[in-house]
């Protein structure tokens, strides 16, 4: 899977007279991790929604690999790699952990009824591999202990790991993550800096995730963008983030706690990372990840 291009060009989505996105541009090399922060409301979902097709734009473009997506019914965009998670993680409540995980498999290489009521060979072989492909993504994302656990008795916090563990098996080429840690415990949160850089390494994709989550963004992404009333107020390397006034003015004050913390917690995430892996391990209730793992 070779990572994917994303080019936005004036892109703009209106909902009534609410301009939820207005003239937004963004060019995202492939491979990199682009944090989209901004106030509530400033249209990070809205875009996210008008690039895997939820929404349309009512002017501009957007681009994968250069080709146009408008091109692309929303329900085909997963076979060009385009991934996207939920704000709100949609998983079967009633369906352990195995299951959602094998089902998220049937959707991406589904096997006919006939082939699998026949028992044809290559039915067979395809079933073998669909729970092969399970238990890696089981064992990448230590969800082991929670194999047989209905969804629903999960914490929020391994509830999301599942979802990404889910993400994972869909292969993404682009990565469209909408608040990965929304609604769970600070501790929980953290933890999920190593999960989303693992994902990063193991399927190579391009990644755009909305967070709010100042610290984690800071830390885990190459290039920053900061959006205020549905337009981009401030792009560029959270360096230069940190230090624009735009971005200070828009949301980082709001924070400026969360932004002197997302300085240090970058530089000591460098040096850091074997720590960082072992505080993960600590936090109870959390998946972990399990760095000898393919
Ligand atoms: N389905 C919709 N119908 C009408 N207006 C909408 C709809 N979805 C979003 N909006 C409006 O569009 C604007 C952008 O909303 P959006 O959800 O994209 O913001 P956001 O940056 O994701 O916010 P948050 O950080 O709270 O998730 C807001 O003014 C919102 O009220
Ligand atoms: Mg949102």
Not at 215 to 235: D, N, Y
Request: charged content about 25%; aromatic content about 4%; some cysteine.
């Amino acid at each position: 899977m070779t990572a994917a291009a994303l080019e936005v060009r004036d892109a703009a989505v209106s909902y009534g007279g609410v301009h939820a996105v207005d003239g937004v541009s963004i060019s995202v090399e492939p491979g990199a991790v682009v944090g989209l922060i901004g106030p509530n409301g400033s249209g990070k979902t809205t875009l996210l929604d008008a690039i895997s097709g939820q929404v349309r734009l009512s002017a501009g473009t957007i681009e994968l690999d250069g080709e146009d997506l408008v091109d692309h019914l929303p329900e085909n965009r997963a076979d060009l790699g385009l991934v996207r998670s939920f704000q709100d993680c949609r998983l079967y409540p009633e369906l352990s952990v195995e299951d959602v995980l094998l089902t998220s498999e049937d959707a991406r290489k589904p096997v006919g009824v006939f082939a699998t009521a026949f028992q044809l060979p290559w039915a067979r072989r395809r079933e073998r591999e669909k729970r092969e492909a399970a238990d890696r993504a089981i064992r990448s994302f230590g969800l082991g202990r929670f194999r047989d656990h209905r969804i629903a008795e999960l914490s929020t916090g391994t509830r999301r790991v599942v979802d990404l563990a889910t993400i994972l098996l869909a292969q993404p080429r682009l990565l469209l993550l909408d608040e990965p840690t929304a609604g769970i415990a600070q501790r929980e949160a953290e933890a999920f800096a190593p999960l989303l850089r693992r994902i990063h390494e193991v399927t190579g994709a391009t990644i755009l995730l909305v967070e709010h989550d100042v610290p984690l963004v800071f830390s885990l992404c190459t290039h920053i963008v900061v959006m205020e009333t549905g337009r981009v107020v401030a792009a560029g390397t959270p360096d230069e983030v940190r230090a624009d006034p735009a971005a200070v003015a828009a949301y980082l004050g709001a924070s400026s706690e969360a932004v002197q913390r997302s300085g240090v917690h970058a530089d000591h995430e460098q040096h850091l990372a074997r720590a960082d892996l072992r505080r993960v391990e600590a936090v109870e209730h959390t998946a972990f990840v399990t760095p000898d793992d393919d």
